[in-house]
Each structure stands twice: as C-alpha cells, then as structure tokens.
C-alpha cells in the first residue's frame, strides 16, 4: 500500500505549526513541504529557519519525505531565459538540495515549466538536459533523490507526458534521477494514466493525487471532479505501487486549508476501502 502524504503549499497563510498539527491529526503519512515563503523557502532555511521546522517535525513525529521547491515562475525557472538565468536557476535548486537533505527528505522535486513561445525543440532539449544532468549528479553527492515531474500543456510547452521522461532518462543517466506522475497532468491530455507504471517501471517514483475538473490544472480534493478517481486509487494499490502518493492541493483551498487536508485524506481511505 502506498504512503499519504500532505502537501503544504495550502497552508502558506496559516502558523507553520499548523501543518505538522494537521497531519498528524488527520493521519498522514507524511509532508511534503512546498519550498516558498513564509515557511521553507530554501535560502531562509540556510539561514537558520530550518530549525524550527526540524523541531516541529520532530515534535510531531511527521516525517518530511518530500520538498518541492518554487521553481515554475517566480523568480526562477530553469528553462526560459539567458544562460545567465538557468545558471542562477540551478545554483538555487542546488541549495534546495541542501535543505532537503538537511530536513532528512527522501526526494525533492523539480519540474520543467515553459521554456517561452518561439524557443525550437532542439534548444528545449540542450537546455533540458544539461541542467538535470548537473542537479542529478549535485542530488547523488547530497544522497537525495531527484524527482521530475511533467506539467500540463498551460504550464509547460517542453516536459508534458511519460515518453518525456522516458527520453530524459535516456540521455541522463543516473541511479538517483527519477519520474513522477501528477494525475491531473495525463488526464487533461487524454493520456492513459496507468501508462506511466507500465513505462517508467521502477523509475516511477512518487505521484500527486489530486482530482482534475478535465479542462486545466486545476487541483481539486479527491472526489470531487470528474476523474474516475475510486477506480484510478485502487488500480494503482492492485499494481501494487507501494512509494508515495501526495495530496496536493495548492492554491484553490487557501481559506480553509485544514478542513479540506482533512476531507481529502478521509476521502482517499473511504475510496481505497471500498
């Protein structure tokens, strides 16, 4: 059976303890912390923040086996702008993988976000790699694993579907370089959701679980869309996948934050236990 874990980002408005409350109220299984201010953004954490989030972790006794850090947009993204930029881009993540490992996360995961609008495939794909090659081989020496995930085609036009993971691995290869699938992501594009397990393998590594309304990347709380969301849940716990599965709700539930972790996750037991 695979791990629940509660993503953060929901909680940006909230007192940092209340997150580590929640999950453990609520039974997860794990965080996985979202990388940005107020709470874990990765300079502040080097700067000493990080303290405190390791005493609430310990405290209540709720691993962090994921970070995720801001990355898309705002204010990096390695995949558009001057060579300048990806440089500074990627001395960020590097630092990210610092604090992930200094937070005893399993993973951290990056994500492809648009490279710009006249950019050719052929310099997508330069860019692509020689920056996963660098962080994976920065992720092996830390001892974190490097998780990318693909995006819908409003976030990205470069890293879309499993064949773009599939061809990443070919021309980067390294043992602590892996895949994950965020199901909103294949189910947007008609893309066969459990196409990614029998295509990446072992090299599938984690999944976001939220549920998709079928139009954008829209995350929404499990049950509450129009994936065939009970019978995706129990095709993957048949396989059987037994990594990671995240919760993640971002920014559609700031208000409330703690009555829709809690919704979501009795939501997912309900549907596994049928």
């Given at each position: 059976?695979?791990?629940?874990?509660?993503?953060?980002?929901?909680?940006?408005?909230?007192?940092?303890?209340?997150?580590?409350?929640?999950?453990?109220?609520?039974?997860?299984?794990?965080?996985?912390?979202?990388?940005?201010?107020?709470?874990a953004?990765?300079?502040?954490?080097?700067?000493?923040?990080?303290?405190?989030?390791?005493?609430?972790?310990?405290?209540?006794?709720?691993?962090?086996?994921?970070?995720?850090?801001?990355?898309?947009?705002?204010?990096?993204?390695?995949?558009?702008?001057?060579?300048?930029?990806?440089?500074?881009?990627?001395?960020?993540?590097?630092?990210?993988?610092?604090?992930?490992?200094?937070?005893g996360?399993?993973?951290?995961?990056?994500?492809?976000?648009?490279?710009?609008?006249?950019?050719?495939?052929?310099q997508?794909?330069?860019?692509?790699?020689?920056?996963?090659?660098?962080?994976?081989?920065?992720?092996?020496?830390?001892?974190?694993?490097?998780?990318?995930?693909?995006?819908?085609?409003?976030?990205?036009?470069?890293?879309?579907?499993?064949?773009?993971?599939l061809?990443?691995?070919?021309?980067?290869?390294?043992?602590?370089?892996?895949?994950?699938?965020?199901?909103?992501?294949?189910?947007?594009?008609?893309?066969?959701?459990?196409?990614?397990?029998?295509?990446?393998?072992?090299?599938?590594?984690?999944?976001?679980?939220?549920?998709?309304?079928?139009?954008?990347?829209?995350?929404?709380?499990?049950?509450?869309?129009?994936?065939?969301?009970?019978?995706?849940?129990?095709?993957?716990?048949?396989?059987?996948?037994?990594?990671t599965?995240?919760?993640?709700?971002?920014?559609?539930?700031?208000?409330?934050?703690?009555?829709?972790?809690?919704?979501?996750?009795?939501?997912?037991r309900?549907?596994?236990?049928?």
């Amino acid at each position: 059976m695979f791990k629940i874990g509660m993503f953060t980002s929901g909680y940006q408005r909230n007192n940092i303890e209340d997150m580590f409350i929640d999950a453990r109220r609520f039974g997860y299984d794990y965080i996985e912390l979202w990388g940005g201010r107020p709470h874990a953004y990765a300079p502040d954490l080097a700067d000493g923040d990080i303290d405190e989030i390791i005493r609430l972790r310990d405290k209540y006794g709720v691993p962090i086996t994921g970070f995720c850090p801001e990355h898309n947009a705002y204010p990096y993204n390695f995949m558009i702008g001057s060579e300048r930029q990806r440089e500074d881009a990627v001395r960020y993540l590097k630092v990210c993988l610092d604090q992930a490992k200094a937070l005893g996360s399993d993973f951290m995961l990056i994500s492809p976000a648009h490279a710009g609008y006249e950019t050719t495939y052929v310099q997508m794909h330069d860019r692509l790699y020689r920056t996963v090659e660098d962080l994976a081989a920065y992720a092996k020496n830390v001892g974190v694993k490097l998780v990318v995930e693909t995006l819908t085609p409003e976030e990205s036009n470069c890293f879309k579907n499993a064949d773009d993971l599939l061809d990443l691995f070919e021309h980067v290869d390294n043992d602590y370089l892996y895949g994950m699938m965020d199901i909103v992501v294949p189910f947007i594009q008609q893309e066969q959701m459990t196409s990614y397990f029998t295509l990446l393998g072992d090299k599938l590594y984690h999944l976001h679980i939220p549920d998709s309304n079928g139009v954008d990347a829209t995350h929404l709380v499990p049950g509450e869309g129009v994936t065939p969301y009970k019978e995706l849940l129990q095709e993957i716990r048949d396989l059987p996948y037994e990594r990671t599965a995240t919760i993640e709700l971002v920014t559609n539930y700031l208000s409330e934050p703690r009555l829709y972790s809690r919704r979501s996750i009795d939501n997912v037991r309900a549907m596994l236990d049928e």
